[in-house]
């Protein structure tokens, strides 16, 4: 029988495509959300470029007896990745106790729930965004795991407390194994256009910006700073492949199951960064025309530089990001041009014929 794997959050952006990964990997999929920021037509595109369905719960990982009934009901629970959470930096200074309780409170009830059952690997969203400015440390740009943390806004503090929770875990039950994957910048879409990115709100990162402006959803893309200290100006990013990021996934996992390696950090990123007007332009060329932006200050608590190191995850993972830029442009535009509505509309006959 094939082991089973609970992803927490695996209707959303990176939780569908792991979720995907999985079952492609020969793994059976449970998946718990509440769609507060997904829609289940996202378990239907899953099911079209895989043949496979996972099974899915409709529950807040807040709520213990929903949990509890979860667990119960699925024995062969393995082991757990978990994306559930929320996740807009802005909206984490507004409503910062809504996101510890979701993140954090969320995080605690799950390891709970976990320990009762048995389960003892996790595989945990973190973000670059633990960091906070690794300018401010000497010789940590790119970013190694070992650069001093310290985000500077609350959602990243959930995301450090929730690593320090999983941390004091594994260490107080040695038999327990914690992936605390710090993904650098997701971004683009399944290369048949049939799954991508669908926030429910207005998006707020840099690719799915550009998308709606691709497809006239938005006049223009807001370039915020171009007094960086960079070669153009604009600020400097590690974009990742969303199925480069998935797969990195499946290659923590694997290394949970078979080698027992207890709380360990890892960066999931290129190596290689970007700048914001090196993105318009990709994007631009892809979409086969200049697509309009305008220069506007810098937006409060960016930073200069998030260019990860990878090595460690690629020598202890055997897992390296592979998927070009240009393919990442390639990909989202085919995903907003054929669902410029997101998974509020059926994917196009074309589409599904490929
Ligand atoms: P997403 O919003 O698309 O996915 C999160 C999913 O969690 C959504 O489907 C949402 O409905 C669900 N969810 C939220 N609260 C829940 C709750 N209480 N109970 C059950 N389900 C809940 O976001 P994403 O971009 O796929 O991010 C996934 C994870 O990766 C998050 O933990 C995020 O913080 C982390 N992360 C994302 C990025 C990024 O740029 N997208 C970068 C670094 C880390
Ligand atoms: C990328 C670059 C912007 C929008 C965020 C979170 C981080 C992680 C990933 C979750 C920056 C610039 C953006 C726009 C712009 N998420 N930009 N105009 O800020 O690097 O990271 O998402 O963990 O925690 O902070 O990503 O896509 O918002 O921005 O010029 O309209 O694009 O200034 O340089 P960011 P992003």
Redesign the pocket.
Known sequence: MSPTVLVTGGTGYIGSFTTLELLLAGYDVVVVDNLSNSSEEALNRIELICGKRPTFHNADVTDPAALEEVFAKHPGIDSVVHFAAL?A?GESSEIPTEYYRVNVGGTINLVATMHKHGVKNIVFSS???VYGDATKHEGMIPIPENCPIGPTNP??RT?MMIESIIQDHCDANPEWNGALLR?F??AGAHPTGVMGEDPLGAP????P?LGQVAVGRRDK?????VDYDSHDG??I?DYIHVIDLAKGHIAALDKLRKDHPGCRAWNLGTGKGST?FEMVKAFSQTVGRDLPYEVVE??KG?VLN?TAVPTRANKELGWKATIPLQQICDDLWKWVKNNPEGYRMQPTKELLDG
């Open positions: 996740k930096v973000s670059a965004t959602y990243g995301k993904y910048n997701p707020f990162n840099l690719f910006l893309i807001k370039v915020f700073g604009t600020a990013r914001v810098r937006r960016d998030l």
